[in-house]
């Protein structure tokens, strides 16, 4: 099993990476194999359907999701939205890379949730023909999750984050075993 993760806040101490490193440590802990791409860290050229070679900088994205058999998406909520960041990086993929794999979301929002750009990226996924786990995770202002060394503080919040990637986890566990072992089933009519 290996998951990747897409960190898609362009700033430097957001929340929503914070998270998704310590999402990361879960995984690592639990020895599943991880690949994590921070977007602020790797500038991804404004993807364009005109290019004909897809940009060197975009490859390891490309590559690490066409390996991945469980892909976890951060994005902090901009205008009700997901971040211009994370949808230019999906941009670069298409269902070849994504179609039948589970994905689990999370959100920072400024407000108490971050629920729109987790029902945008919902959609993505759908349109991308991945699979959503039925968890989420958002955190908004005031959920003081991490102190100022990126250490968790809130146990509830922390354990609520912990539930959803185990769910997230089984679901990957479940489609892996179906998606390699079963036969495509042709339905009569
Ligand atoms: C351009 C912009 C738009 C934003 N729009 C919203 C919004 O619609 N709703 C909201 O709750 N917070 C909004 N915020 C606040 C961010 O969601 C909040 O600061 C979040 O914690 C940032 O996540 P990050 O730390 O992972 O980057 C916005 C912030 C920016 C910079």
């Not at 390891?60 to 009700?80: F, K």
């Not at 509830?156 to 185990?166: F, K």
């Amino acid at each position: 099993m290996h998951i990747t993760l897409i960190a898609g806040s362009n700033r430097h101490h957001a929340i929503s990476t914070s998270i998704l490193r310590y999402i990361e440590n879960l995984l690592k802990s639990n020895n599943i194999p991880v690949s994590f791409i921070d977007l602020a860290a790797v500038q991804l050229p404004l993807f364009s359907p005109d290019s004909e070679v897809v940009p060197k900088e975009a490859e390891p994205l490309i590559t690490s999701v066409e390996q991945a058999d469980g892909i976890i998406l951060g994005t902090p909520e901009y205008h009700g939205s997901i971040s211009g960041t994370l949808k230019n990086a999906l941009d670069y993929l298409d269902n070849r890379h994504v179609a039948g794999k589970p994905f689990l979301t999370v959100s920072s929002a400024g407000g108490p949730l971050g629920v729109s750009s987790l029902l945008h990226l919902q959609s993505i996924i759908r349109n991308l023909h991945g699979i959503h786990c039925p968890e989420w995770i958002s955190v908004g202002e005031g959920q003081s999750i991490f102190d100022p060394n990126g250490l968790p503080q809130d146990k509830e919040i922390l354990g609520r984050i912990a539930q959803a990637v185990e769910q997230f986890i089984a679901l990957v566990k479940k489609l892996g075993h179906d998606s390699k072992h079963s036969e495509k089933v042709m339905m009569e009519t």
